[in-house]
């Protein structure tokens, strides 16, 4: 896989450190409902901001990446997620002759699978697998749509005051409509969309595996979410694509959110 670095600089990021290089592709989170049983409900917005600097202080270069989630169980065992991520990526000093430009794009997604819950009452390890589709676009550049097929196998444990996750993702790429915005082949090739063969990068489909990683600390209906996406690529590529991903956010259990108020009610 080709790599472009950018010049020697400090990556400030203003939640936490996270790269802040354009690519053509970088992980969305990965929603991790772990359900219980039915009639659940639960909701993820998480996010990473970065920016970073050239030695010179001249060109800044600044990432936006959020995901906003929900996953909805209607009956035990089954377990529906959706969700919508989007990306910004801005330079002060644009150089199109690196492929350093602004850069924008947004990903919506959803799925269905299924689970099985074990444990006690208030400790339980939950196996899950979820499958879906999603659609997208990338303006740049380049603009181009994008589709992505995944398979979402997990296992993990969820208590009341810390859950902790590992999902092995596997996610299929591709992407249509086409435009090189006015840029001649021999941009294409030095951008690595087309290949030393010939081969436009939107004729072929990308394999990926994205192991992830998933945190959440607080107290039953509201935590406290860290999680990082490894992006391995799978299949032979020549763009520019991310290794990987970390981000904070906010994780809500609506059912537990009305436990709580139930059990407030009880007490008077």
Same mark, same amino acid.
């Given at each position: 896989?080709?790599?472009r670095l950018l010049a020697?600089s400090?990556?400030i990021a203003?939640?936490?450190?996270?790269?802040?290089?354009?690519?053509?592709y970088?992980? /969305?989170? @990965?929603?991790?409902?772990?359900f219980? #049983?039915?009639?659940?409900?639960? &909701?993820?917005i998480?996010?990473s901001?970065?920016? #970073?600097?050239?030695?010179?202080?001249t060109?800044t /270069?600044?990432m936006?990446? =959020?995901?906003?989630?929900?996953? @909805?169980?209607?009956? /035990?065992?089954l377990?529906v997620?959706a969700?919508?991520?989007s990306?910004? $990526?801005?330079?002060?000093?644009?150089? *199109?002759?690196?492929?350093?430009?602004?850069?924008t794009?947004? +990903?919506?997604e959803?799925? %269905?699978?299924?689970y099985?819950? +074990?444990?006690?009452q208030k400790v339980?390890?939950v196996?899950d697998?979820y499958g879906?589709?999603g @659609?997208? !676009?990338?303006?740049?550049?380049i603009?181009?749509?994008?589709n992505?097929l *995944?398979?979402?196998?997990g296992i993990?444990?969820?208590s009341?005051w =810390?859950? %902790?996750?590992?999902?092995?993702?596997? %996610?299929? &790429?591709? *992407?249509? /409509?086409?435009?090189?915005?006015?840029?001649?082949n021999?941009? +294409?090739?030095?951008?690595?969309?087309?290949?030393?063969t010939g081969?436009? *990068?939107?004729?072929?489909? $990308?394999?990926?595996? #994205?192991?992830?990683f998933?945190?959440r600390a607080? $107290?039953?209906?509201?935590k406290?979410?860290?999680q990082y996406? =490894?992006?391995v690529p799978m299949?032979a590529?020549?763009?520019?694509?991310s290794?990987g991903?970390l981000?904070m956010?906010?994780y809500?259990g +609506?059912?537990? &959110? &009305?436990? @709580? %108020?139930?059990e407030?009610?009880?007490? !008077?």
């Open positions: 896989m080709k790599q020697t400090v990556c203003a939640i936490f450190i996270t790269g802040c290089s354009r690519y053509y970088k992980p /969305n989170g @990965v929603n991790v409902p772990l219980t #049983e039915g009639g659940q409900f639960h &909701l993820n998480n996010g901001v970065s920016s #970073e600097s050239d030695a010179n202080g060109n /270069n600044t936006n990446v =959020f995901d906003f989630q929900g996953s @909805v169980s209607p009956i /035990n065992h377990g997620i969700g919508y991520s990306y910004n $990526y801005t330079t002060t000093v644009p150089n *199109f002759n690196a492929g350093n430009v602004n850069a794009a947004g +990903l919506a959803a799925g %269905v699978g299924g099985y819950a +074990l444990g006690g339980k390890m196996v697998f879906g589709w @659609v997208g !676009k990338i303006q740049s550049d603009n181009a749509n994008v992505r *995944f398979f979402q196998p993990g444990m969820r009341p =810390f859950d %902790v996750a590992f999902n092995p993702r596997v %996610v299929n &790429l591709g *992407f249509t /409509n086409f435009d090189a915005n006015g840029h001649d021999l941009y +294409l090739q030095n951008q690595g969309l087309i290949d030393a081969v436009r *990068f939107d004729t072929r489909r $990308y394999t990926f595996f #994205e192991p992830c998933t945190m607080g $107290y039953k209906f509201a406290v979410q860290f996406v =490894f992006s299949s590529m020549s763009w520019n694509a290794p991903r981000s956010g906010f809500f +609506l059912e537990d &959110l &009305l436990d @709580v %108020v139930r407030g009610n009880a007490k !008077k």
